[in-house]
């Protein structure tokens, strides 16, 4: 399995330099974002990698405190660039986006392909409960900012606003950190696969420099050709004719989860449902209650002014309906062929709405 | 049962001539518009007969596709014949009603009337979860139409949004089939009645021939009459001064369901739990995931214009949270009386909003 | 345990002289408001123990209707006084307030003290589900009233929005009025404690004359010290800089349903998870469904004018996604204690929100 799959995404290296090329060549925008894209793809999956890595050589609460912190490390690097350069809309576009993207599209595909296979494929419920609910919450309190944003729409971000952000921010760091204790803690057993361990089949063992050396060097990497990426992002929604927040959404969205995704499916195929839940949701957890909110506070230093987390209405009703949704249909423990159908079925549905509705 | 219930619906072929000859001396609109609805109830349980004894000559997986596709016939020639006549908004009313008289009033009386003689029902939940499921992918995606119609209000229907809307309906025609083919291919087990067996004491059974003509002349009644109707509804509208939307959500909506909402009661009073939720839910979902995507498409050919989903703002919520509501007071697989009159209560409380905010 | 905290609550008592002395030195606002607002602490207490006296000396079923016809008794009374000073936006705030006090906040400190001191704790999941559904058609008719005053805005209520208020509260009378049938009479089984018998440690048994002297007195008292109290709430919000909306929601509802939250979390200490659900969420019912209707009717001969639920449109949002959430998280019939920080932090961020947004 391993030995087929792997040469597929480690190809996409080479387009590393052919991006880099591209963008010294003035190419047009496409080509240059699309070939950052697929660049950023096998990057992210190596930092996975040095992660899960290093995650081995600590006990097991710290490595997956590891996991849960740098698991969506490419996401962030995608969005601090964005920020960076002051693209607060395509910033909460690809958070949203991120979001969708595992909730829907990567758990969709892994109940598609494993239903396929496999009939019926059962899983831990209780986990589940948990993370519909930390999903739940994380979309209510996103509400309030955009709601806040709406209701006093004139001015460009007052004094209050940016309070209340930076309050919700820590409120929403609080309940994250809180839930990792609760995970890791207190009620790991809620977490636990049913029967069958989750042992992988570790290829090989990496030493802790070589693990620190590769996360540090991928990272940068990632840095890199996101910046790339981001340069051209702008330029290429106008060329194709989409919108900042679809190209956000949609493609800086994918792009930034490619690998977890990848994952996710490859458990789903394997039977091993809660690991693949486990990673999809897990990862649309952190993004909304660690990334999101550690965005804001990082934008009072690093960004040219504080991002706050007014996503268009459009997009926080899409986000509160999909969690509904997945809640629902994920919901009671067993999944099938039909229920990947129903999740793809409203990505690509919400993904339509965002194409024909620019302004969401 | 079968001995008294019929009399009453049978008598109704009655106001066929009332009706007809009504209109030809124009009679007051409410007087041609309540007896031509009162004919239609008895012509669309003919057409319910004939499809199940079509269905008898066919195996099991052909049965249940003509009994999915032929069983909401009456609302759909209702809802054709009103698209000819360019009544866009009567026809989305009457869609938005037959799937909040399903899910509410016909459930609601079910529950009620069941629970008064059995106390406790249970049912199969699993076929719950799916049913619920599909119901909340439909709202949602009537919800995406909609709100561009509000976002980009001033124009009548640009170019894009009739995009939009053929692409939505090809969207939700696919998850239909697909659908179809996992309840009646993959995943039938998970529609089965608990226990009891479905034997429905059949009375007579009818040859091919005689099941083909009553269909077509059934049908054919029943376009004739549904003429008669919807010339009458919005006159009727005015002169009790309902609105439009009033007069499609409440009447035009129980009377294409009236059949359909009659059976599932009867198996409700006959402790068949299975049957009675799978018609009243299973019709909901074909009007929102066939109907009225199927509408969207013929309307290119048969109507004045392109028929777009663009439910009003007040509508779209009344759906959302009715499926909401359903699938919460269903979703435990045990029902009793109180379960009804909750559900009944809403369905009240809803025509209340319709019938004092015009606007919706 | 008793002995402990009784000192506590009945010490402030002392505050009933102390607000009325303020209140005639005239006093800041705020001093008479707080001062106030803990007086009336230990007289609802002394509602609550003389209902629950004479609940114990009819039967049961009459009993159980005592306790729910009266439990809500302070919050009626402080919005009664309100009514009369014709502050309707107040008392609508305290109404939604109370709601979500009960519902988050109540709820959310029983999960977490009891989650702490016993890990997990299980409880009766057929009640939740019934509460979870009344709670949600509640919080679905109080929408319509809502949506009609925002979409017909200009007019200071007109002739028919009254009417719908006035149909509105008979329909949601009606379906209490059938709650307390199914509850006590049809279906009590369904609202038992899971194995331990819930015989609290009576201390002493009260004869008829006292427990209905003393409901009496604690009554005129309350509406004594709620006159004071509302009579300084919106001078308070003044001087703090608070919009009246959020001493309404936050302060009033607080207050009002004190007794009953520490009966709640009481009970949750106690490891009876049953009783401290059955509290919180049977009191967020009785406001929604009894209270809050019949404040309604009762507007009608008390007020200046009628009383009509047009609720802010951000309370609204705030009602239905927390019914959701508390669905969602108290669904399973298993609590923990970050299931106590997930309601405490949406109560925090809700109220983060009514401060910063005074419109809401």
């Known amino acids: ?82 920020l960076k350069a002051g693209l607060h809309g395509m910033v ?31 899983y831990n419920v209780t986990s589940i409960r948990v993370y519909s609910s930390m999903m739940l919450i994380a979309v209510i309190s996103l509400t309030i900012p955009s709601g806040f944003h709406i209701l006093t729409a004139e001015q460009p971000a007052g ?22 204790f609760f995970m890791i803690k207190t ?47 702008e330029e290429t929604g106008k060329v194709l004719g989409m919108s900042s927040v679809f190209i956000g959404v949609i493609f800086l969205a994918i792009v930034g989860g490619a690998a977890e995704s990848i994952s996710a499916i490859t458990m789903g195929a394997k039977n091993k449902m809660d690991l693949s839940i486990g990673i999809a949701l897990g990862s649309s957890i952190q993004i909304a209650l660690f990334i999101a909110p550690a965005l804001v506070l990082m934008s009072t230093f690093v960004g040219p002014s504080q991002l706050n987390l007014n996503f268009p ?11 509904i949704l997945a809640a629902m249909v994920a919901g009671d423990g067993r999944s099938n062929w039909y229920k990947g159908v129903q999740l793809i079925l409203i990505y690509i549905i919400m993904g339509m709405m965002l194409y024909f509705i620019p302004s969401v």
């Open 187 to 233: 009620h790991p057993d809620f977490f636990k696969s049913e029967g069958k361990g989750n042992a992988e089949e570790h290829e090989e063992r990496w030493s802790v420099a070589r693990a620190l050396i590769t996360l540090v060097a991928a990272s940068v990497m990632a840095a890199f050709m996101s910046e790339v990426l981001v340069g051209a992002a």
């Open 159 to 180: 004094e209050s606003e940016n309070m209340l952000n930076i309050y919700l921010a820590i409120a929403l760091l609080t309940g994250y950190i809180l839930y990792l």
């Open 92 to 122: 909460l576009a690809s958070l949203a986006g991120a979001i969708l993207a595992n909730l829907l599209l990567a758990m969709g595909v892994s109940f598609l392909v494993g239903g396929i296979k496999y009939h019926n494929q059962d």
């Open 313 to 323: 209405r459009g997009l926080i009703v899409a986000l509160f309906l999909s969690v």
């Open 1 to 82: 399995m391993q030995s087929i799959l792997k040469p597929g995404i480690h190809w996409l290296f080479a387009f590393i330099p052919v991006a880099i090329f591209l963008e010294q060549s003035h190419a047009s925008a496409p080509l240059i974002f699309f070939s950052a894209a697929l660049s950023i793809v096998p990057i992210a999956r190596l930092i996975g990698n040095s992660t899960e890595q290093l995650a081995g050589y600590t006990g097991d609460a710290v490595g997956g405190l590891l996991n849960a912190t740098f698991g969506n490390l490419p996401e962030l690097i995608i969005a601090v660039i964005a």
